[in-house]
Every structure is written in structure tokens, then in C-alpha cells.
């Protein structure tokens, strides 16, 4: 196998290339590629200055992911940056693209910088549950200061280069176009200079009050990880005194730690289960694409809305078509106050409210989707209407116009059936707030067609959801799994557990809310018939009550007015009197652990059930689903990840035990344990 580092010679500067594509990962070749042309420029008497610089479309973008966890070979990371910092002559690293993780290290064991203005630096190893474990920690508070080392290993977001550079870690911005030509320049202006500016040789000082206060105002986004605190933790130690040496040992202690936990693997395996889920099982990678120019949505809801934003903001045209004036108005005034809100923080300039909104057409005319390349109804979830709907889009619709249904639990078959174009129907079921979720399931039917898959999971990424493909199945597959949950909840309050309790150990666990402050969110009337003398369980009789949740004030909860919630009496009443009328046994004391086992395990079950049945391609996608659509901790990789690290046998156990059915596949695992696909 050829080198993926070679070796150019410009007079006295030495430009050492890398050339591994996609990103210029420092695997194992690369490491030993560039540790021989570092000896090689300083062995040749006839060099002054080295280059370091990476064809294609980045400079390198970190450490080898696929590396991890197995055998070490080559010279390590440290032991390469090491070597490049310690040069007698000087290395130049020469930037574009994203210079993350290892790439950044490497950039800081340089003895200079220079970078054109649309490249980014980052440590984003807190993302993968980890820290720079290549010097970074030690080097970057250095060259950067305490404040901002902290801020991009503990939270993990690049900067751009002319941040980096007013910061100390880019000593030129230099031209987009000639990135090797003013680099090599820049080379022999400083190919004299001594000594050499060694970023270890510098000192860091840390102000303690900066430090508590930034743990302080992140405590909410950290919680639950154990990353982003061993980062700021080595951030510290690079400016307590203590020598580069020992906080590089503690670094690699630290690093080391990281690597082997459970947080860290949740999070590599997050990594590529994100990038896995666009592919489409059965479907070339270059199916020939439907375009999309132009987007037609049924229903100016909150659903509506919301969906329409994610387009605006990627630049595509929306019609959006209601039944009545008012609903229409209202509909685009939430539209624009969120983008003004938006523009209110600063993350959009007014222009840019303008040209979104510019961009979308309300209409009461439904014949004005004729032209759309894709419209998506977004109305009540009853199929009398959808059917009603998707006959008139079928009617007037331009041949080729895909048509998709925000359905979130109904039969996308049945949908597709009444029109004369199935294979042009498929599922893209949003999740509320639909601006803001990340996750996209696409609902591929039994006649859906390849390419019209493939364009919307291609259109996904253009308005930068993470989507999955689902089948069709009752509620696909986040609320097919979300309902077991809220079944065995309820069971548990009759049990004797509380609202308060339930949702303590699921917030516990990791997630944003629990069962019933999820339902009071999303509203406790949703799905409910209606019908107040109907009362045939404590859902029921909250509904009846208008205990509809936060928006009446009142749910599993009660309410202030600025929405805090608090234990409800009328609900503990509710549920004794429920309690007394069915003859369930007396109230008893639930362990938190029961809670666990009675709530997620046949959560867990039910997405194996789900992969079963076929309706997700690979149970990667279903942790995906979790982590995006509901907020699953991500350190906790997802249910099916989580299953597995639970370790199958207990869950199948605790299933029986609570009288549950173990999905097959479970108790296949039992046997011979690994992880389930
Ligand atoms: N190692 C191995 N493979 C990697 C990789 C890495 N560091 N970074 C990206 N890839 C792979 C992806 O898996 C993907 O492979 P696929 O095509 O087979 O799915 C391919 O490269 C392209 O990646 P993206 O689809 O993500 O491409 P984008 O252009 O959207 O994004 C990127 C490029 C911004 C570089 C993004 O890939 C990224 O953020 N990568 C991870 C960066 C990172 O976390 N670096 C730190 C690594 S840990 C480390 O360095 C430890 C050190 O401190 C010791």
C-alpha cells in the first residue's frame, strides 16, 4: 500500500502532503507517514522549514475513529505531535477545511499556523465522549487561554479561522485559492527564527472564578456526561503549575479512562449510526433523484408551520394552503415570530427573516399545489381527512409530484391506496416543535418508490434533519415504542408509584421528561374521544376534568403561572378513586428500579420486536430515533445500544418477571450475547 503522506520539495521548504480521503483521518499510515517526513526534513541539511498540508477537503478531521478499540499500531498520536514540535527547524500547518480532534493537535504541536478564512479549528472529542488525547488539553489553553479552551474542548463546537486567529492559534489567514503557495512563503519568512515557539513551552494561568462560573452556566448541558467535566478538568491542570509533563500524564490518564467506559462507546457508536441511517437497504447509492424546487404543505398548524420553516431556511419555496382565513393568518404570524424570535437572539439578520418569508405563499387555494415537486399534508391525524386529502392532491397534482403524509401512527398504505400513484406516497413524520427536532422518520410504503425514498432522504439532509426510514406500522417506530411506555406509567400509578416518582427516575436516567410530563406537554386530551360521561380510565378522567395539561394549566400537574409544575391532590384523588372502583390491591412502595424495568425494558423489547417485523433496516435506527425524536440521553447510546449494555439476559429476565413477553431475537441474545443488528 502506497503512503498516504508524501513529500514535495519547494527549494528549502519541505511540503508534506497527506492524501486519505474522506477527511484525512490520522490513521495508523498517516501517523507513520508523517512521523518519517518530519525525520526526513530535519535530517536534510538542504531543508529550512517544513509544510504540513492535506489534499482534498480537509485537513485532517482527527484521530481514526475505526481505530478505536483495537489493537494500537504505529507510532501514537502524542508520540508524532511530539515529534513535529520538538523539530529543530520550523513546521508550518497550513489549514483548511475542519483541523478537529487530532487534526487540531497536530496543528498546535506545529510551531505555526496559517489558515485560509473558511477553515474552522476544533476539539470536538467531548462530543465522542472523550478529550484531546494528543497534548490538546495541555497545548490549547496555552497557545489560546484558559477561557476558550475550556469553551472548545467542553462543548465541542469549532470556531472559525479569524476567531482562531485573534485568539493566538492562527498566526496568518491567508489567500482561499493559494493556501500551499502563501504557506510555503510564510515558511521562509520565519525559516530564520529562534527560537522556536513551542506551544509547551508556554504557561497557562486560569482565573478559579472563571472556571466555577463556567461550570456553572453549563451544569444543565452537562448533566449526565462524564466528558465535558474531564475536560475542563485537564484544562485546569494546564494552568494549576504543574509541568507539561505531568498534564500530559494526567491528559492520558484521563483520555484513557474515557476510551474504556460506556459513555464514550454510546457516543463513537451514536458517530456512525447517524451517518448509517441515510443509507437505504435495497437502494443503489446513485439512484437518479426527483428534484425538489418547490414545496406544498396541507395545514397551517403548529405541525405545518413548523414544517414549513425547515424548508424557508434551506431556501426552498413553501405553499402552504389552509381551509379558513383566520387559521391561515395565525399559522404565518407564528411563522414569522419564530423566525423574529430567532433573529431577536442574533442567529438570523432581519434580511434573512424577510427573504424566508418572502419565500412563502399562504394560500386558501388548493389548486395552488397543482406545481409543487412535493407537498406534505399536515392536518389531524384521522383518516377519513388524510384519505380525503391525498384524493384531492392525487386530482390535481402535476405528474411526479411526491406526496407525503405527517402522519404520526397511521396506516400509510391505506393513505397511499386512495390515490392512482402509490409508489409517489410515503410518510415524513415530523416531531414537534418540527423547527427544532432534528429527527426526520421517512415511512416507506409497500409501493413507495426507490427514487421518491431516496429524494426525501436526500431532501432530509438538505434541510438538516436526521432521518430514518420506518415501515409501516402502528405509530413506526418512536411511538410504537413510546406507547408500551406510557401504558405500563399508568399501570404503575395504580400501583401505588406517583406522577412525581415516575418521571423522577425516567429525568434520571437521562431523559429530558417522563412519561406524564411528556403528556402534559404534548396535551393529555390528545387521542381522547371526547366524550366527558365516558370515563374509562385516570386519562379519561383527567380529560374530563379539562385537565388537559400545561395549556389549561392542570395535567398529571399542577401549574402556576409561569408553567412550574407541582404534585396535583386531585390527581392523587383521581387515581385512589380509580384505585377503590376496580379493586385493584392497596397502594404499594415501587422501587426505582421497577420503574426502569416496567418502563424501558418493554421499550427496549418492542424495538427488537420492531427490527423483527422489519420495519426499521438496523437497530442502529431505532437509537437514532430515540436520541433525536425524544431526547434519549445520548450517552446512553439509544435503547437497543443501551439494551445491550444492560446486558440482554437482565432484560430478558426482568421482562418475565414483570410478565412480559421477550421478543425472539431477545432471548436468541441471551445465548450468544453481542450486539442485536
Ligand atoms: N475517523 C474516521 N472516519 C471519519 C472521521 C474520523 N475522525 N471523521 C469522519 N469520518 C468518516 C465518516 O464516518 C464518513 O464515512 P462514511 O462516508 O463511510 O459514512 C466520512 O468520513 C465523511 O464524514 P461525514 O459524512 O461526517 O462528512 P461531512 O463532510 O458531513 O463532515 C467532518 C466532515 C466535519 C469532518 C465530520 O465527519 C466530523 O465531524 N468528523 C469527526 C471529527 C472528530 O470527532 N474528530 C475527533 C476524533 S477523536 C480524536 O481526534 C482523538 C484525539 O484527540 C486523540
Given at each position: 500500500m502506497p503512503s498516504p503522506i508524501r513529500t514535495e520539495r519547494h527549494g528549502d521548504v519541505l511540503v508534506i502532503v497527506s492524501d486519505n480521503p474522506?477527511?484525512?483521518?490520522?490513521?495508523a499510515a498517516v501517523r507513520e507517514g508523517l512521523d518519517a517526513a518530519i525525520r526526513q526534513g530535519v535530517a536534510?541539511?538542504?531543508?529550512a522549514a517544513m509544510v504540513i498540508r492535506c489534499d482534498g477537503r480537509t485537513f485532517f478531521a482527527g484521530a481514526?475513529?475505526?481505530?478505536?478499540?483495537k489493537p494500537p499500531a504505529g507510532p501514537m498520536l502524542p508520540t508524532v505531535v511530539d515529534t513535529i514540535e520538538a523539530s529543530s527547524k520550523p513546521v508550518v500547518a497550513a489549514i483548511h477545511g475542519t483541523a478537529l480532534g487530532g487534526g487540531c493537535e497536530v496543528a498546535l504541536g506545529c510551531h505555526y499556523r496559517v489558515a485560509v478564512p473558511s477553515a474552522k479549528l476544533g476539539t470536538p472529542e467531548v462530543k465522542l465522549?472523550?478529550?484531546?488525547?494528543?497534548g490538546g488539553t495541555q497545548r490549547l489553553p496555552r497557545l489560546a487561554g484558559v477561557p476558550l479552551a475550556m469553551e472548545m474542548t467542553a462543548l465541542g463546537d469549532p470556531i472559525a479561522a479569524g476567531k482562531a486567529a485573534d485568539a493566538g492559534l492562527i498566526d496568518r489567514i491567508v489567500g482561499e485559492d493559494s493556501l500551499e503557495a502563501d504557506a510555503i512563503a510564510y515558511a521562509r519568512e520565519i525559516a530564520?527564527?529562534?527560537p522556536l515557539p513551542r506551544a509547551s513551552e508556554r504557561q497557562a494561568r486560569a482565573d478559579p472564578d472563571a472556571v466555577a462560573a463556567f461550570r456553572k452556566v453549563n451544569a444543565r448541558r452537562f448533566?449526565?456526561?462524564?466528558?465535558p467535566e474531564a475536560n475542563v478538568a485537564c484544562i485546569e491542570k494546564a494552568a494549576d503549575g504543574s509541568s507539561f509533563a505531568d498534564g500530559v500524564a494526567f491528559e492520558r490518564r484521563s483520555f484513557a479512562g474515557l476510551m474504556a467506559g460506556t459513555q464514550s462507546a454510546a457516543q463513537r457508536h451514536l458517530f456512525f449510526a447517524e451517518r448509517q441511517a441515510g443509507r437505504i437497504d435495497?437502494?443503489?447509492?446513485?439512484t437518479a433523484l426527483r428534484p425538489v424546487a418547490s414545496v406544498g404543505i396541507v395545514g397551517a398548524g403548529t405541525m405545518g408551520g413548523g414544517i414549513a420553516m425547515n424548508f424557508l431556511s434551506a431556501g426552498i419555496p413553501v405553499t402552504i394552503v389552509e381551509m379558513r382565513q383566520d387559521a391561515l393568518d395565525r399559522g404565518i404570524g407564528t411563522v414569522r415570530g419564530n423566525y423574529e424570535a430567532t433573529a431577536a437572539k442574533g442567529r438570523m439578520r432581519p434580511e434573512q427573516v424577510e427573504a424566508a418569508m418572502g419565500a412563502l405563499t399562504p394560500t386558501l387555494?388548493?389548486?395552488?399545489?397543482?406545481?409543487?415537486?412535493l407537498v406534505i399534508e399536515a392536518v389531524y391525524e384521522t383518516m377519513e381527512v388524510k384519505k380525503d386529502i391525498f384524493t384531492r392532491l392525487d386530482a390535481i397534482c402535476k405528474s411526479g409530484t411526491i406526496l407525503a403524509s405527517n402522519t404520526s401512527y397511521l396506516d400509510v398504505d391505506e393513505i397511499a391506496a386512495?390515490?392512482?400513484?402509490?409508489?409517489?406516497v410515503l410518510g415524513m413524520h415530523f416531531f414537534s416543535p418540527a423547527n427544532v427536532m432534528k429527527l426526520l422518520e421517512v415511512v416507506r410504503g409497500a409501493r413507495t418508490a426507490p427514487d421518491v425514498l431516496a429524494t426525501v432522504m436526500a431532501l432530509a439532509r438538505r434541510i438538516r434533519k436526521v432521518a430514518v426510514v420506518a415501515g409501516v406500522?402502528?405509530?413506526?417506530?418512536g411511538n410504537r415504542m413510546l406507547m408500551p411506555r406510557q401504558v405500563e406509567a399508568m399501570k404503575l400509578l395504580m400501583e401505588g408509584a406517583t406522577p412525581e416518582q415516575v418521571d423522577r427516575v425516567h429525568v434520571a436516567f437521562?431523559?429530558?421528561?417522563?412519561p406524564f410530563q411528556m403528556s402534559d406537554l404534548a396535551g393529555v386530551?390528545?387521542?381522547?374521544?371526547?366524550?366527558?360521561?365516558?370515563?374509562?380510565?385516570i386519562r379519561d378522567a383527567l380529560a374530563a376534568e379539562g385537565r388537559w395539561g400545561q395549556k389549561t394549566g392542570a395535567g398529571f400537574y399542577d401549574y402556576d403561572a409561569r408553567r412550574q409544575p407541582s404534585p396535583s391532590p386531585r390527581v392523587a384523588e383521581i387515581v385512589e378513586d380509580f384505585r377503590g372502583r376496580s379493586g385493584a390491591p392497596a397502594p404499594r412502595d415501587i422501587s426505582d428500579q421497577e420503574i426502569v424495568e416496567r418502563t424501558l425494558y418493554p421499550l427496549v423489547n418492542e424495538g427488537a420486536l420492531i427490527l423483527e417485523g422489519g420495519?426499521?433496516?438496523?437497530?442502529s435506527d431505532i437509537d437514532v430515533v430515540w436520541i433525536?425524536?425524544?431526547?434519549?440521553?445520548v450517552y446512553r447510546g439509544g435503547p437497543m445500544f443501551w439494551g445491550e449494555s444492560e446486558g440482554w439476559d437482565r432484560i430478558v429476565a426482568g421482562l418475565e418477571k414483570h410478565g412480559f413477553e421477550p421478543a425472539g431475537s431477545l432471548r436468541a441474545k441471551v445465548k450468544a450475547p453481542g450486539a442485536i443488528h
Open positions: 474522506p477527511v484525512n483521518a490520522l490513521g536534510d541539511a538542504s531543508i481514526d475513529i475505526t481505530e478505536f478499540g465522549g472523550l478529550l484531546p488525547g494528543a530564520g527564527k529562534r448533566r449526565g456526561f462524564e466528558a435495497g437502494i443503489p447509492a446513485d387555494d388548493f389548486g395552488a399545489l397543482a406545481g409543487c415537486d386512495c390515490t392512482k400513484r402509490p409508489q409517489d406500522t402502528h405509530g413506526f417506530i437521562g431523559m429530558p421528561m417522563g386530551d390528545i387521542g381522547w374521544h371526547r366524550d366527558p360521561a365516558r370515563i374509562e380510565n420495519f426499521a433496516q438496523r437497530a433525536y425524536g425524544y431526547g434519549w440521553p
